[in-house]
């Protein structure tokens, strides 16, 4: 049980204990621990190979671990096989059914259960409803749109009313604009249900702006488990640090219990625990690089040259080369309406400082 749900007094809804899957001798996962609450929505989020559909697919059932088990509502699931383990699932390909209409679909898995005609309509009519579908009952899968599609495959997975929702990449093969409504949709359509909700993804926008927590998966381990403003503002390893969002690396040695040194430049931040004279890397994000800053002390204040300028959206991506750092090249974000004030171009000469509160230290043995 962790913390939070002892201080609680609830029992996790979802448990999984030191699970471990080998396919021969390829290890997919290696001691996996977590526990998750009852209505919370869950992100696996990585890289591809990094075991997050491997994790899924053994919580389902799909696979079976090697090693490890699995506690579902306070019922130990590990071998059980998938139809006694009480959740609904959306995969990437929506696996609809091509010769049966949308209601059809939908009432699949409820005419399994041998429920009643007029029991199955009404829970078939609610669900079309909850997706926004009811006037497309009587159609057939190819004549939806891929979002359409993936609505009707969501309402089928919520048709048992289910304990577990598992998502398997469920908008991977949507353009950009119907991802970002049909993820508000599908969270929305979570919270209003209460459903516990675990969805694997590449995508970091997605897991961001879907999740309650994310945990971040790397060659078969979790790396991190954290809310989202958590995994972006505190990433416990480089790893993390590289994989969401954008991160600058420079090489520092520490100078003192309150600076570091980068080429000629010594920066100010906290550097417990380590000692003077390790050699670390330093972590900060584009967004904290203060350009035109005159920083608090001299040794702070890098010059640079900007060498190239990438204009997204509201603010544009300055890549600046600084020969005081030994070369390095960072890239600063700077608002639109200020890069266009200072008239910023390539082959201008500007200045910048690193707040220490936005420094983030690792060691170097523990790979970018």
């Known amino acids: 049980m962790d913390r939070a749900a002892a201080e609680d007094g609830n029992a996790p809804y979802l ?16 001691d996996i621990t977590f526990s998750i609450a009852r209505g919370e929505f869950i992100c696996f989020l990585g890289p591809s190979g990094c075991g ?26 590990s071998w059980l096989p998938p139809s006694k383990r009480d959740f609904g699932i959306v995969f990437q390909s929506y696996a609809l059914f091509p010769n049966l209409t949308v209601a059809a679909n939908v009432g699949f898995g409820l005419v399994n259960q041998k429920m009643g005609r007029d ?27 891929g979002g359409e599609q993936q609505r009707v495959a969501l309402a089928r997975a919520l048709a048992p009313s289910p304990g577990l929702l598992l998502l398997d990449e469920p908008l991977s093969a949507l353009d950009a604009k ?9 969270r929305d359509i979570q919270d209003r249900l209460g459903v516990t909700t ?19 998966l790397d060659a078969g381990r979790i790396e991190q488990m954290g809310t989202p403003s958590e995994i972006y503002d505190a990433p ?38 380590h000692q003077a004279g390790a ?40 890549y600046l080369y600084c020969d005081g750092l030994g ?18 171009a390539p082959r201008h000469r500007v200045r910048f400082s690193i707040p220490s509160e936005c420094i983030r230290l690792y060691r170097l043995e523990e790979p970018a």
């Not at 078939?124 to 749109?145: I, N, T």
């Not at 675990?198 to 971040?216: G, K, L, S």
Request: include cysteine; charged fraction near 25%; proline fraction near 3%.
């Open 327 to 344: 070369g390095l090249e960072i890239k600063a974000d700077v608002r639109k309406d200020l890069a266009r004030a200072w008239k910023l």
């Open 52 to 77: 997050k559909t491997t994790l899924l697919r053994c919580i389902a059932g799909l696979e079976t671990q090697t090693d490890g088990g699995i506690r579902v509502d306070g019922r130990d699931v």
């Open 119 to 145: 029991a199955v309509r009404r829970r078939v009519d609610e669900l079309l409803s909850l997706v926004d579908l009811s006037g497309h009952a009587a159609k057939y899968p190819a004549q939806l749109s």
């Open 279 to 318: 050699a670390l890397s330093c972590a900060v994000r584009p967004e904290d690089i203060s350009l035109g800053s005159a920083g608090t002390e001299p040794e702070s204040r890098v010059e640079a040259e900007i060498r190239y300028i990438e204009m997204l959206g509201s603010f544009m991506r300055v």
């Open 15 to 30: 448990v999984a204990t030191s699970l471990a899957k080998y396919f021969g001798s390829f290890r997919a996962l290696s």
């Open 198 to 216: 675990i969805m694997v993804t590449h995508d970091q926008e997605e897991a961001q702006t879907m999740a309650d927590r994310i945990f971040v």
């Open 178 to 186: 119907v991802r970002a409504r049909l993820r508000r949709e599908i």
């Open 236 to 273: 416990a390893t480089p790893f993390v640090a590289d994989f969401i969002g954008v991160m600058n690396f420079l090489p520092v040695t520490v100078v003192d219990e309150g600076h570091v040194r980068c080429g000629v430049h010594r920066f100010a931040c906290s550097t417990a625990p």
